[in-house]
């Protein structure tokens, strides 16, 4: 089984500002007022390219979690309030925060039940700091793993590696993922156009 955890998009700039508008006219808006507004489509509304990599992706090639500030790992089709969106937004992603530190931690606890060896959990967000990494590699140990080509790149270059490695339908490279994993390296060259 391979598994994959999305890292959330921002819930404080403007997209989110705008999608939280009552008086907001846009589609995205108004699934929202209506309840019709997934996770996967609110963070995608509020991160562009980079949340529909990781959605996509993780859509192609196996089950999918989102990681979020407040409520653990929640599936990507689940439907979204706008408090639950404010709540989120509320809620910095530290390791050091308990609200979003304890309901992580529980979530991976059963995922982590169900794994047999040679399952992988593969982290598409950031491997950078340690603000995942510390907490899911505590659960996880060696089953915790994360795109190898991730290093180096930025968050629109790792979005769009995503969307066309889903929409070519060729996994990308992982590596193991740990604290003691160099996880920092030089700028892989751009990606050309499409």
């Known amino acids: 089984m391979r598994l994959f955890l999305l ?4 819930g404080g700039g403007k997209r989110a500002r705008m999608l939280l508008e009552p008086r907001s006219a846009f589609a995205t808006a108004q699934a929202l007022a209506a309840g019709r507004l997934t ?15 990781k959605l996509a992706y993780g859509a192609a090639f196996g089950e999918s979690y989102v990681i979020t500030p407040t409520r653990g790992l929640i599936p990507p089709d689940t439907i979204v309030t706008a408090p639950m969106l404010r709540e989120f937004a509320a809620v910095d992603i530290d390791a ?12 991976a606890l059963a995922i982590a039940g169900r794994l047999a060896d040679g399952d992988q959990v593969v982290l598409l967000g950031s491997i950078a700091s340690s603000k ?6 505590a659960v996880f140990g060696p089953h915790l793993y994360f795109p190898r080509s991730f290093i180096g790149r930025g968050d629109m270059s790792r979005g769009g590696l ?3 490695s889903a929409r070519a339908g060729v996994e990308i490279d992982y590596a193991p993922l740990s604290l003691a994993t160099r996880r920092t390296g030089a700028r892989p060259p751009k990606l050309g156009p499409v």
């Open 7 to 10: 890292s959330p998009a921002y």
């Open 39 to 53: 996770l996967g489509e609110a963070y995608t509304f509020m991160s562009g390219l980079y949340f529909r990599g």
């Open 96 to 107: 050091g925060e308990g609200r979003y530190r304890r309901p992580l931690e529980r979530d």
């Open 132 to 137: 995942y990494v510390e907490i899911l590699e």
């Open 162 to 164: 995503l969307l066309r």
